[in-house]
């Protein structure tokens, strides 16, 4: 049974750091994309970054230069670092996997099948 576990939210001011991590179960972290999507109050989904099984990463333009995502295939596990964080930051954080395997079809954050619970992030003075 796949599960995802995120954990690290919470609130921080402007400019501040974050690092969010996620832990997979149930599942070889080897064979998966894997990535993060957040929701703001109001707002869609959006796709932040991804880190995929042959070794490439994404970031959505809103985030790049400041978020970086890792993975520890060891561990089962990823982490988003979050640099110089700003208010439009603020939104629950999603975990996602899909599988990939040797398809070598890797989907669009927002299509990945498997999600946690999230964590919340709140930019704010």
């Known amino acids: 049974q796949v599960q995802l576990v995120e954990s690290g939210g919470g609130l921080v001011q402007p400019g501040g750091s974050l690092r969010l991590s996620c832990a997979a179960s149930?599942?070889?972290?080897?064979?998966?994309?894997i990535g993060w999507f957040r929701q703001a109050p109001l707002k869609g989904r959006e796709g932040v970054a991804s880190?995929?099984?042959?070794?490439?990463?994404y970031y959505a333009d809103s985030v790049k230069g400041r978020f970086t995502i890792s993975r520890d295939n060891a561990r089962n596990r990823v982490y988003l670092q979050m640099n110089s964080l700003k208010p439009e930051d603020t939104a629950v954080y999603y975990c996602?996997?899909?599988?990939?395997?040797?398809?070598?079809?890797?989907?669009?954050?927002?299509?990945?099948?498997?999600w946690g619970q999230g964590t919340q992030v709140t930019v704010s003075s």
């Open positions: 880190s995929r099984s042959d070794g490439s990463t």
């Open positions: 149930g599942f070889s972290l080897d064979y998966y994309d």
């Open positions: 996602a996997a899909d599988f990939v395997g040797d398809s070598g079809t890797h989907k669009a954050i927002l299509e990945y099948p498997y």
